[in-house]
């Protein structure tokens, strides 16, 4: 096997029949100079680079996605996770940096998605999309084939919209699950596959599962923390496979690599245009006598400086501009503040490097 690179999911289909088998049985040597699935294993395991994560029969669970044999049953599927961060516990304990995961797609209420996890793997993966309740033919995907339609979904408004807290609840439920079946305070979650049908839904989609704030021990956006991206097309919908650290940050997950920068400075103009859009804005750092531009959208978590309360969803108190562009909160028409920022850099070129603000602390 060829990794052409450090930035991977690699996903087997073993039969856990057979490595579940004690002992295991005598097989052809690959290669690897082993004559047994755990000895091969093991040996590839060996050769993958840091930040590769490896993982068995993905999606499987309760509801049987992608219609999987019957031995891949929730309690071979779980011991054979079990089994594999083992393996994986040996390789890096002798100086290998793979980690193991196990990737879903079920919706963690289920009565049965606990019984699938496999416990304490290094992280858990989940694939998620913004499902549509209709399905209909278009020219890039011909009958019988069929894409999802702009309208109601399952994380949407009855008006067709995204709707935030749909999403957040279910995020929320997938981290009590994990939570469920680790020692760990926090474990690790990975967006491994997502994407939206509609166009217009896309930006939002995105960065409503980045959700962001102080709170979040460090936690960055999706896109600031993602270790590679891969495209791929089919009946016309791009989609995206993220391997992002932490993603469902602000809701007690590890801290990631890419911890916010603090700033200290005085915005001067905000920029017109909805929140939801992003409003770019001029501010003074502290120290410094020349203007920079930031970005801010309504996602990111604030603080007025008159009490200890966190907001979220609205434009920070300081930044709300008159007609002009000028500011007038406290009095004067600039606005004092500190903020956390994540410099966000695209390997692959598809996105352009940004400086996206993650929250906002008003300075009265």
């Known amino acids: 096997m060829q990794c052409l690179t450090n930035y991977a999911i690699v996903s087997l289909r073993i039969n856990p029949i057979y490595a579940l088998q004690s002992p295991q049985i005598q097989i052809p040597d690959n290669g690897s100079g082993f004559t047994t699935l755990d000895g091969q294993i093991t040996h590839l395991l060996s050769t993958m680079p840091a930040h590769a994560v490896l993982t068995n029969w993905q999606e499987a669970g309760p509801s049987n996605t992608l219609n999987f044999p019957s031995y891949v ?22 100086g290998g940096q793979v980690n193991y995961g196990q990737i879903v797609i079920d919706n963690p209420t289920n009565n049965e998605f606990d019984s699938w996890l496999g416990h304490n793997l290094d992280c858990y993966m989940v694939d998620i999309y913004d499902y549509s309740a209709n399905l209909a033919s278009t020219a890039e995907c011909p009958s019988p084939l069929k894409v999802g339609q702009p309208g109601t979904g399952t994380f949407r408004n009855a008006d067709g919209t995204l709707s935030q807290s749909k999403i957040n609840t279910r995020m929320d439920n997938y981290l009590t699950a994990f939570k469920g079946a680790t020692t760990a305070t926090a474990p690790i979650i990975h967006i491994s596959e997502t994407n939206s049908p509609v166009d217009g839904h896309r930006k939002n989609w995105f960065l409503y599962l980045l959700y962001t704030g102080p709170g979040a021990a460090g936690m960055v956006p999706l896109m600031a923390s993602a270790s590679r991206i891969w495209k791929w097309a089919g009946c016309g919908l791009a989609g995206l496979i993220l391997l992002a650290a932490g993603v469902w940050a602000g809701r007690s997950m590890p801290t990631s690599t890419a911890t916010p920068r603090v700033e200290h400075g005085t915005v001067t103009f905000m920029g017109a245009g909805h929140s939801n859009d992003g409003r770019q804005f001029l501010v003074r750092l502290d120290g ?10 309504n996602l990111v978590e604030w603080n007025s400086g008159q009490d200890s309360t966190w907001n979220f969803g609205t434009m920070p108190s300081c930044m709300v501009p008159r007609s002009d562009g000028k500011l007038a909160q406290f009095g004067h028409e600039d606005a004092p503040i500190t903020f956390g920022v994540v410099h966000t850099t695209a390997p692959d070129g598809n996105f352009a490097d940004m400086d996206i603000v993650v929250w906002v602390k008003c300075l009265s």
């Open 288 to 297: 410094s006598s020349k203007r920079q531009i930031f970005t801010l959208t």
């Open 73 to 94: 049953n929730a309690s071979n599927t779980k011991v054979l996770h079990n089994h594999m961060q083992t393996l994986v516990n040996t390789v890096q304990a002798n």
